[in-house]
């Protein structure tokens, strides 16, 4: 592998069953998205099936005060993967955005008919890096 090097990187915090992760954005599948986000534009990241890629859930739109992405997984897991298919959660006109920090939570939410969820075909390269920090 070589000599290591140190770089420079922004990281981002998500949710995962109520306490925060750390995570790097590297790749997207989506080039207008790969430019808006400074990352690598990497078109094959689409190839990947979707039932291999477990769900890293976003908001548009409303959201409570201080939401981030949510992780359907995370490292130690047999589930997980670094590479996640974007869903895009909105939450309802009529509903007040709660601050959301599970799946569980999203999966009650849109029982309750006040979330919805757009799968979108966009894969995305965000390896986890630390667990369970930062909460």
Known sequence: MGPAAK?????FQGYYDGHKD???NTDVSDAAEAKSMHVN???LLKAMPLASAPEMYLFQGKAAPGQLAIFASEPGERSYSPIWRETIMTWMASAT???VTSDTQ?????KKGVL?????SVRLN???IEVGKGA
Not at 116 to 120: G, H, Q, V, Y
């Open 7 to 11: 770089i420079n990187r922004s990281a």
């Open 97 to 99: 955005p709660i601050l």
């Open 106 to 110: 999203i999966d009650r939410l849109e």
């Open 126 to 128: 965000c390896p986890i």
């Open 22 to 24: 750390t995570y790097l």
């Open 41 to 43: 534009y990497a078109p």
């Open 116 to 120: 919805s969820e757009r799968t979108t």
